[in-house]
């Protein structure tokens, strides 16, 4: 691993700061060290010692009282309550055609024509977290060094350097594949279809998070599989148990799709004894197991967490990823290595697709072959953490009693629960109206509890604007709180 | 138009003569001016007379006898037996799955394991007859004026100008488009199964041509659709009477996909008379039409031939295009407009790969706006119109009597008729022993018919290596007449 920038005096002051707080050797409601003690402690001048109180204060970690100085607090996010755990014992719903496109549609247009001044609605990053002078200076260079770039057909498979440097990062996360085994994809979307076309045929019924991200839902309808969503708990992710009861119940379930790290939207983590346990149980019940490992490069984590692949013995699991929340949101850089059906998703990918472009791939696999990747992931986790942590504050500050919600340990958004009788989609009409735009609940499940939820995204740089938003969206989520 | 560069003084003598000797006014078997007569005549030098009776010879115009100089002689591919026409009132074969994606998985893989050094089988250019350092350049200063071109998400529709420029080269072929009714795929290919997802269901019938490209048949196999094969004229494209009849008989037809201009792998062109009839006709019987338009450029006329879609007034057909032979094969520029299917095409991509990256698009779509474009279409007509015809050349020269075959106005190859019990299949194996890889037959039709014919591919440069292993094939096609 490649060393990582220093951060600022005042961060790294910060930083020790919390420490102090989270370890409990500062209690909430304690005096801070005034200005002057700061500066003489560390030897930093006034200024240097504003930003540190000033960064606690927004990060949630200090208040201003006037005249008084900088006082310990608990962040208010740390005092939310937590979601509910999906009830163990709980039959899940029988699986059924997916009907959202025309909701997604209707979705789409609307944000269109609202003019949407601030899109929470999306799970990317801005702009300026990706390398993209990095990758365009590498693209620059390809198109120098590659003259047949644009006049000759490259492999189905992709460009084998990138193929290399995709099998090479793999080994991380405990899989052994080789630069063969791996089909690129126009992103993890073409991926995911190519995989379900491979393992099902209409009619079949695919097993998913409940909530999945729309996306999901959209391809299963589009491909005329019928989804059984399966309860998934916001910390551990899909719950085994429910699967089991699911498989007991119905058992005619052709594939499962699961994203187990940062789930999207709910943002849990599978602990490995449960990937262990699902490999084994799909292996067993003869269920192709799709995992889809779209932000795994997210997780604010030592060390790469091990892939649901890692545990395959049998080919039983088709491993779907993409470049695009991680590296370049402008490029279509997927992946699959599809297990014991490879040569039936390069077949399929052949009839849909052809050959992806290769530029990109000549680009970014010189960047991804050079410390300068690592050090950009690094970066854009703590952009991300911090962004993370200034929404979930202003929410729990701004939304109203009984919101509920779970901080994920990494990615792009926050998954909210609002108070009984608060409809996200009453929310959605309501701040669309005023030029926000958020995710309603109603996009991640086919079931009438989702409108309870809604997901905010954390990928832009926190500003005034954007607290003055939440701020907003908060008044009109008490709003929406019907009086029963 | 932009002025296209003047050929060598020798290429237009040739032309000039060559004109002489179709018009009859040289007749066939008459000696050719001497070269002193041929200096004198055009006041050019020893060497530019030796080159002009050197490329009428090359192009089948003249033959050299051994002292006497050079003789008129009318080439040998005018003298081949054309093609039969599809029989009127004969009544196509019912609607069937097709099953060629084995078949097609073990071409692949026995051309790939064979060490290939000549391929005739595909259908494109060598990559000297793309613009590529042209389109390089275009591609390298788009990635410098846009520098959010790794890092933003670009519309799902495509690049702006790219459309507008697409749309305005359409109303050359009649068709009165909007940028916003482009949707950019990834090749052809994606267009294709866009437009078969959007109008048709697992299970329905599709109507093609027979014989058509093996990638559509993939692509109806790959989707569970059935295929019903329309016979089809080497002349005059799909027989508009064995449509009919098809629908008389079956009527239960969903859509028809037809490649209205140089047939793959016919090079057939539809009369004008022909398309509004079959425009008229689909539009009658609730056929959703789906016009391939991917050769049209190659075609050598006077201006561009109207489009199927140019009499479309209901929003009946689907036009899908790509630039991947005319322009760019290593790039997967492909563009759909689908009529009243539009938002449901739309839907669909968004679904299986979202948009397309946009680099290619900035790039191509500048060089598509000068006069660039139009001068290397020209080049590269010319170029394999000369290709074409030294091909067929050799075929009617070397290949075993019975052969037939016509010449198309223009495209990439030519289909090939074997003499009767002559399987192309056979051919194909020795030949593959040989390094050389041609297209048999049987990929182009679920039918045993196709057996007989054999598409060869006239995309690379002419010279003795690729004359060498036509006179090859011509003897291992005679070597494969089975004697009955």
């Not at 609307?110 to 002078?133: D, G, H, T, W």
């Not at 909530?211 to 299963?220: D, K, R």
Request: charged share 20%; hydrophobic share 40%.
């Amino acid at each position: 691993m490649s060393t990582t920038t220093t951060p600022p005096l005042y961060r790294q002051l910060a930083t020790h700061y919390r420490g102090a707080i989270e370890a409990g050797a500062l209690q909430p409601g304690t005096r801070m060290p005034s200005l002057r003690s700061l500066m003489r402690l560390h030897d930093i001048s006034l200024s240097t010692a504003l930003q540190l109180c000033r960064t606690l204060e927004s990060d949630g970690w200090a208040e201003a009282r006037e005249r008084s100085g900088y006082f310990v607090r608990r962040p208010q996010r740390l005092r939310m309550a937590q979601m509910d755990e999906p009830l163990a014992g709980l039959r899940p719903d029988p699986a059924q055609y997916v009907g959202i496109h025309g909701q997604v549609s209707d979705f789409v247009a609307r944000r269109r024509a609202a003019k949407v001044k601030l899109n929470l609605s999306i799970a990317r990053a801005a702009p300026q977290f990706y390398p993209a002078e990095e990758l365009r200076a590498a693209m620059t260079r390809a198109l120098r060094l590659w003259p047949d770039v644009v006049s000759s057909v490259p492999p189905l498979q992709g460009d084998p350097h990138f193929r290399s440097v995709i099998a090479q990062r793999a080994v991380a996360a405990g899989m052994a594949i080789a630069p063969d085994d791996v089909l690129v994809t126009n992103g993890c979307i073409e991926a995911l279809n190519l995989a379900l076309r491979a393992v099902a045929k209409p009619g079949d019924t695919i097993a998913v998070e409940s909530p999945t991200f729309y996306g999901l839902l959209q391809v299963l309808e589009s491909l005329g599989l019928r989804a059984l969503e399966i309860p998934t708990s916001p910390q551990t992710g899909l719950s085994i148990e429910a699967l089991e009861l699911a498989v007991q119940t119905y058992g005619d379930i052709q594939a499962l799709v699961v994203v187990p790290h940062l789930q999207n939207p709910l943002g849990s983590v599978m602990p490995d004894a449960h990937k262990e346990r699902l490999v084994r149980l799909c292996e067993a019940q003869g269920i192709a197991l799709i995992e889809d490992d779209t932000y795994t490069e997210l997780l604010d984590a030592e060390g790469t967490p091990r892939a649901l692949k890692s545990w395959d013995r049998t080919g039983n699991v088709l491993h779907c990823a993409s470049m695009h929340k991680i590296l370049a949101p402008g490029l279509r850089l997927g992946w699959i290595t599809a297990g014991r059906w490879q040569a039936r998703v390069e077949m399929l990918k052949y009839t849909q697709t052809r050959n992806n472009e290769i530029l990109s791939q000549l680009g970014a696999g010189q960047f991804m072959g050079t410390g300068a990747y690592d050090r950009h992931l690094r970066r854009l986790r703590t952009a991300l953490r911090g962004q993370r942590e200034r929404t979930a504050e202003a929410i729990a500050t701004y939304f109203p009693e009984g919101t509920r919600m779970n901080l994920p340990p990494g990615g792009l958004q926050l998954w909210v629960e609002l108070p009984e009788g608060c409809s996200s989609a009453v929310v959605f009409d309501a701040a669309l109206q005023e030029g926000i735009a958020i995710a309603p609940g109603w996009l991640f499940s086919n079931n009438a509890r989702s409108d309870r939820f809604l997901r905010i995204n954390c990928g832009w740089p926190y500003d005034d604007g954007l607290d003055t938003a939440l701020r907003r969206l908060g008044t009109l989520a008490g709003n929406a709180i019907r009086v029963g």
